[in-house]
């Protein structure tokens, strides 16, 4: 009975010990490189269900995580930020295009601009290497006004009067400026085309889905140029495959998850939701450069 009792005990420990072994046998190296990977995708999903309604990717948010938290060397860290919007992206866009929202002018002329300006970007960053200082000055400059202005004339309109949005010519010659800073520095532009669009006076549920196409195909031909560039650099130009394929699995569902909110949300909450990402972007790199 008692030696009966011993088997069924020492049979129960067996599994355990066994788990232990495994776990003992495993490098720390994997471990680390596994947490990292589930800390990604988190970071991915969250922040890409808060910010696919106004048309951002998040990338830019996902910039300091990935140097600060995650450790990515530069300049390794903009091709995994593209990488990470081209895993990213499809989670939005088909519910976009199941809305029947996607496609329309303005995301070609977005596009037009944004693909050449990535390609023009990649080369100066790798070749060039401009300092993040400069990044974080231009984009704290931008956005953190921008953002405020959008909060006020959200929150106290003006008076009313005949806006004109942008010309064809002017809009693709915005997206081609932002194209190559995408390039350089890992963003798709979408952080940057959406609160300037809709501070010209065009509706969020417009801007949203052609920001977020472009940011897409940007993202591809950034990735791609980068990885050409990679075979010709020296340096950390690859991106870092495990961590963008994280972070983008964990954007494509929080992207999807975004999108599908959006249509339930009133256009002054999404304008004062786009003004807010855009003064807290500002302001983290503004922090980042008093440091």
Request: glycine letters at 14%.
């Amino acid at each position: 009975m008692d030696r009966a009792g011993v088997d069924v005990h020492e049979n129960g420990r067996r599994p355990i010990r066994s788990l232990l072994r495994v776990l003992v046998a495993v490098p720390p190296g994997v471990v680390v490189e596994w947490s990292k990977g589930l800390l990604g995708f988190a970071a991915g999903l969250l922040i890409s269900m808060a910010t696919a309604p106004v048309g951002v990717s998040g990338a830019v948010f996902l910039l300091p995580v990935q140097v600060s938290v995650l450790g990515v060397p530069s300049p390794a860290v903009t091709p995994t930020n593209l990488l990470y919007n081209v895993v990213a992206g499809p989670g939005a866009l088909l519910r976009y295009w199941r809305a029947g929202r996607l496609g329309g002018s303005l995301t070609r002329l977005l596009i037009a601009g944004t693909v050449p300006g990535v390609v023009i970007g990649a080369v100066i960053r790798v070749f060039a290497v401009p300092g993040p200082r400069v990044f974080r000055l231009l984009v704290a400059a931008l956005l953190l006004p921008l953002g405020v202005w959008l909060w006020l004339r959200t929150v106290r309109p003006a008076p009313a009067r005949t806006s004109r949005p942008p010309s064809p010519r002017s809009t693709t010659s915005l997206a081609l400026a932002i194209g190559v800073a995408g390039g350089i520095y890992g963003i798709g532009g979408g952080s940057l085309l959406g609160p300037i669009l809709v501070g010209r006076g065009a509706p969020v549920a417009t801007v949203a889905p052609a920001a977020l196409a472009s940011t897409f195909v940007t993202s591809i031909v950034g990735a791609a140029t980068y990885a050409l560039l990679s075979l010709t650099a020296t340096g950390d130009v690859a991106p870092d495959w495990l961590l963008g394929l994280s972070c983008g699995a964990g954007g494509l569902f929080g992207g999807y998850l975004g999108a599908r909110l959006q249509p339930h949300l009133p256009e002054i909450a999404l304008r004062l939701l786009l003004g807010t990402l855009a003064t807290g972007v500002g302001a983290l790199y503004a922090v980042q450069i008093l440091r």
